[in-house]
């Protein structure tokens, strides 16, 4: 292999999906988010294989999160993102594609409780099996 040839691609999509899984979680603690918590939807959902929420404590911090977990994406990661609701920052939208990222303010997140309405089919399953 020529020595400036680029570097062979390891892993498929699925380690890709894991690394930026890994990627959005640490970013996340490294900000220091509230109440972080991770769906995997693969199975539910062809949209990405996880979803993750997570609080701010304002509109301040939730704006600061996202933007640097784009940066770390885009900078880590050689991609880029989809964003909606930054200049709010009441529920900021990152679409990383293998990973949907809701960051939400408190008060919003408990309107909007997409935990609830992601877990019911969970639920509905560990239901049916206990019986």
């Given at each position: 292999?020529?020595?400036n040839a680029p570097a062979p691609q390891t892993?498929?999509?699925?380690?890709q999906a894991e690394a930026l899984h890994d990627l959005v979680l640490r970013?996340?603690?490294?900000d220091k988010a509230l109440d972080v918590a991770s769906i995997p939807l693969v199975g539910k959902s062809n949209?990405?294989?996880y979803m993750v929420?997570?609080?701010g404590r304002s509109t301040r911090q939730v704006a600061s999160m996202a933007?640097?977990?784009t940066e770390r994406i885009k900078r880590d990661l050689g991609r880029n993102v989809r964003v909606e609701g930054l200049p709010?920052?009441?529920w900021v939208l990152i679409d990383a594609e293998d990973v949907i990222v809701h960051l939400f303010r408190p008060e919003v997140r408990?309107?909007?409780n997409l935990e609830r309405m992601w877990a019911f089919e969970e639920s509905a399953a560990s239901a049916v099996a206990a019986h």
């Open positions: 292999m020529p020595a892993g498929g999509a699925d380690e970013s996340l603690d490294d949209i990405a294989d929420i997570a609080s933007q640097k977990l709010v920052a009441d408990s309107f909007y």
